[in-house]
């Protein structure tokens, strides 16, 4: 345990011993953390290349250019997520109501229906939107955050 009495002193000690680390280790530290800043440099275009792969699974199926710029929109304007699921999706009712307070699907006692909207106002707070829709066949998602100003 550190107390007043025995802490004085502390930050102005010089370390006792310094590590012996061969060549080959000093080169493979060096080595490490070049790569993980050349990584970091370079991870924008990773994801660019990673969403123009994805991009077909998450866009609307139909004309590819669309596709590429709803991408490259994402890259110059912020960040997109889509969810989707394969399921019955919303009916008309429901995807009109969606984001009200104590909207539910569920049964009684099995929800409260504040889950999309508290989750709706959170992603408008810091700038975003927060959408659903219906695909065919199923559901999705998609909420967009803006590009921080810098």
Sequence with gaps: MISKNNASGMADEQPRHIADLTVKQRFRSI???????????FDWYVYAAFALYFAPKFFPAGDQTAQLMN?????AIGFLVRIRDYGQGFDNMALQHLFEPFF?????????????????????????TLHAGNANPGAWLEITLKRASS
């Design 71 to 75: 991408t490259a929109a994402v890259f």
């Design 31 to 41: 080595f490490s953390g070049s790569v993980g800043n050349l990584v970091e440099y």
């Design 104 to 128: 539910t699907t569920k049964g009684r006692g099995e929800g409260l229906g504040l889950g999309l909207f508290i989750s709706r106002v959170i992603v408008e707070r810091f700038g975003g």
